[in-house]
Nanobody
Framework: VQLVESGGGLVQPGGSLKLSCAAS????????MSWYRQAPGKERELVAA????????NYADSMKGRFTISRDNAKNTVYLQMNSLKPDDTAAYYC?????????????WGKGIQVTVSS
């Protein structure tokens, strides 16, 4: 199983970035996908989540209206479009997959990608 994030980097306040997470090794469309982030000295927090079909999304309050999570099950990829970025959005962003197999739960994490918002 692999979750490989891409698209991070340095952006100025007010700018935009689009993160991608390419998944392999599991039945992508049956897993809920999420983005988490962790800033230095802080706990990892949920950014956004999307169900397997993409029909339902959920966002942390501070990201609502600025971030959009989406997925392309044909490409086994989940995305996070981030707009109006603020310095407080600086963090490592992690892709997460959660599903159930034979009644048991499974979850996978990507290695994370850095997003830095600074002028």
């Amino acid at each position: 199983v692999q979750l490989v994030e891409s698209g991070g980097g340095l952006v100025q306040p007010g700018g935009s970035l689009k993160l991608s997470c390419a998944a392999s090794g599991f039945t992508f469309s049956t897993y809920s996908m999420s983005w988490y982030r962790q800033a230095p000295g802080k706990e990892r927090e949920l950014v956004a989540a999307i169900t397997g079909t993409g029909g339902t999304t959920n966002y942390a309050d501070s990201m609502k209206g600025r971030f959009t999570i989406s997925r392309d099950n044909a490409k086994n990829t989940v995305y996070l479009q981030m707009n109006s970025l603020k310095p407080d959005d600086t963090a490592a962003y992690y892709c997460h997959a959660a599903g159930t197999v034979l009644g048991g739960s499974l979850e996978y994490w990507g290695k994370g990608i850095q997003v830095t918002v600074s002028s």
